[in-house]
């Protein structure tokens, strides 16, 4: 069986894709990357501030010059943002030498996993479902499309999902 040179993990807010993303990167002697976190010690500053500051499109221009930096890296596991997927260039950026995994989540989850979640400037309003659900609309298509596997996460532990992927990797 060979590896793949990247494997990346895409799907929405509270999908868990750091969580199994590092579990995952452990048990396949990879390194683990997290886009959000690497924009963040490159700024020197956190996602909010990134987004009162520059603004969100100010975020998805950082976001697609980090994807194109580590669309580089070798054996690696990289967890990208939920919107990632919302810039077509960053298509082909995210597919390069990699195995793309959709870790797909209903909605009562993402509700439930980010729920007093205070680094998500998108999801700091009166109505945080509802905004889960339109983005979900739009881009669980996206996800879709670029994913060559989609693996459920709901009512399954994140050692029974990385166990799963292992398996069809
Ligand atoms: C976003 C998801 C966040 C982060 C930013 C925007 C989105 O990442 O990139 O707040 O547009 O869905 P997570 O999916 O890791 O929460």
Redesign the pocket.
Known sequence: MSLPERVVLV?????G??TIGRMLAKELGYRFL???RIIEERCGAN?PWI?DVEG?DG?RQR?TAMLDELSETRSTVL??????V?RPENHALLRKNAVVIYLKTSIEQQVER?RK?R????LQNDDPEGVLRR?FAV?DPLYTKLADIVMFTDRKSPRLVVRQLVNRI
């Open positions: 799907g929405p807010m509270g999908a894709k750091s997290d886009s959000d996602i987004f969100e975020f976001e967890a990208t943002g939920g919107g990632a919302m980010t979640d680094n998500r400037p998108l983005l881009r």
